[in-house]
């Protein structure tokens, strides 16, 4: 079957010509007609170069140009890895480097960590806002090119317990269920509606584009470039019905700003990514009113397993409607979700175990990784990872992540790979990390070491640190402990870690 999703964006380009379609804050860069057009240009200059299934690199803060070289990547049958440009410089080479990608793209204020990396592959860094990209633009439109629905379209890296990151692929059939998903179940959108893009268009934000170019909805990027709730509330007078994802930490942000100020201009909320609390999930829906939609999912399905939508969150007469409140909702149109035993066998309502996802959502496999591929995908079903227990009513509720992931500010964090740097510590024995709920962040991370000899610097820990991974990684918190507790077979027991940092009077903190 032949998809590619570059076709919503003529679609829309045909069906509505003059609707806006791409603002850097309150500024219209395009219509659908001009940015089609852009598009078909970009497309051929890359395709000049590349050929269908090469890999793009995007190492970009969000900005314009990061909804048409996506678009102009699959009109040219090109797959994108949008890559976190929060990542430390020995991240990035590692993601284009197992990518394999041929061209990087990258924002002006990156472009000079990113031009001297000397990776296999990647032919050239452009810079979007230098001459090499506007070279990109001199040809004439192309046609799309042809791609079948199983081809990829986009790779999304996300680290595992192992400490090495895994290339997610998703294909156009992927993309294609998502978008479907999310206009029966979400939200609707009608041409002229707006999404502002406050949280990474690496992650979520950039995959919630694609529902609002299919509806010719306006994409709006922050002339920040990132999240700020003052900016946030202007952007709100100047456009309607607008839509935002964000992690729970920013909803809290923004129901904490300061001021009186008219959110007549918003639709909808998508939150997901982390933990909400219910005492802030009921701040926000007095604050906004009726426009919350929770979504769970995770890279291998992405925010398409289960949505608690506005409805459930308006039925305040339900008997159960703060358990629902803290559930995660119940599965999407088309995705078959259980809570299964070890052999994968459904389990009755009320039962914690692993979750499991079925459907044209979840992803292909790992790329160039078959062995995490047919273990995470075993039986045909998606192991997720996470733990949690679903309800007589399927309304899911997340107890757990087995994986140990840290969620900090929307970002995910392995506590593996953070372990594995402390560890070129010569005065680290054993390490283990672990979240720490906080009220701005979500969760924190702390740093439990077993030293060997005289307990080491933090100071010390901490450059060792920004030397290896990125900033928002590094331990918050660093405690010395005699010996880290295990269970019979040698595991760190993490939990009674997380006990630890519970209980009252620990002074044992080095800073």
């Known amino acids: 079957m032949s998809i590619n999703i570059a076709q919503l964006l003529l679609r829309a380009a045909h069906v509505h010509p003059q609707r806006p379609a791409l603002a850097h804050g309150t500024r219209l860069l395009a219509s659908y007609a001009e940015l089609a057009a852009r598009v078909g240009r970009l497309a051929a200059g890359l395709a000049a170069r590349l050929k269908p299934g090469d890999r793009v690199a995007l190492v970009m803060k969000n900005c314009p140009q990061y909804v048409e070289l996506m678009f102009a990547c699959w009109h040219a049958g090109l797959a994108v890895v949008p890559i976190n440009a929060k990542l430390h410089p020995k991240e990035l080479e590692f993601i284009l480097a197992d990518s394999g990608a041929r061209l990087c793209f990258a ?148 129901v904490d700003h300061p001021g009186a100020a008219d959110t007549s201009g918003l639709k909808t909320i998508v939150y997901g990514g982390g933990p909400m609390y219910l005492a802030d999930c009921k701040a926000a829906l007095r604050r906004f009113g009726c426009k919350l939609v929770q979504i769970y999912g995770q890279g291998e399905s992405p925010m398409t397993i289960t949505c608690l939508d506005k409805a459930l969150h308006a039925d305040t007469a339900h008997p159960r409607y703060e358990q629902r409140l803290a559930s995660v909702g119940h599965a999407f149109t088309g995705v078959e979700v259980r809570v299964a035993d070890a052999d994968d066998r459904p389990l009755p309502a009320g039962e914690i175990r692993e979750i ?70 010569p005065a680290v024995s054993e390490v283990s990390v672990v979240g720490q709920a906080d009220a701005e962040w979500g969760e924190i991370v702390i740093a439990f070491i077993v030293a060997r000899g005289q307990a080491p610097d933090s100071a010390e820990l901490d450059a060792l640190c920004l030397d290896n991974i990125a900033r928002f990684k590094r331990p918050k918190r660093y405690v010395m402990i005699d010996s880290l507790p295990k269970n019979n077979t040698g595991k760190v027991l993490k939990t009674r870690l997380r006990e630890l940092l519970a209980a009252p009077g620990d002074k044992r903190f080095t800073r």
């Open 107 to 254: 924002t002006a204020d990156l472009y000079p960590a990113l031009a001297p990396l000397a990776v296999a592959g990647v032919e050239e860094v452009i810079d979007v806002d230098g001459p090499q990209y506007a070279r990109l633009f001199t040809a004439e439109p192309m046609p799309i090119a042809p791609r079948l629905a199983d081809d990829a379209a986009w790779l999304f890296y996300t680290s595992g317990t192992t400490g090495r990151p895994k290339g997610v692929t998703l294909t156009h059939r992927n993309a294609m269920a998502a978008i479907l998903n999310y206009l029966s179940d979400v939200d609707t959108i009608a041409p002229g509606d707006a999404i502002i893009h406050a949280a990474p268009m690496s992650h979520g934000s950039g995959f919630y584009m694609l529902p609002h170019v299919a509806r010719a909805g306006v994409n709006v990027v922050p002339e920040s470039g990132g999240f700020d709730p003052a900016e946030i509330y202007a952007l709100l007078q100047a456009h309607h019905g607008v839509t935002m994802f964000a992690a729970p930490t920013m909803v809290k942000r923004l």
């Open 356 to 425: 499991l996802v079925r459907g044209d959502t979840v992803m292909a496999g790992y790329w160039n990784n078959p062995g995490a591929s047919a273990e995470t995908l075993r039986n045909g079903w998606l192991h997720t990872g996470d733990v949690g227990s679903m309800d007589e009513d399927g309304f899911l509720t997340l107890k757990d992540r087995s994986k140990d992931v840290i969620i900090s500010g929307g970002s995910n964090i392995y506590p593996r790979e953070v372990e594995e740097v402390l560890l070129r510590h």
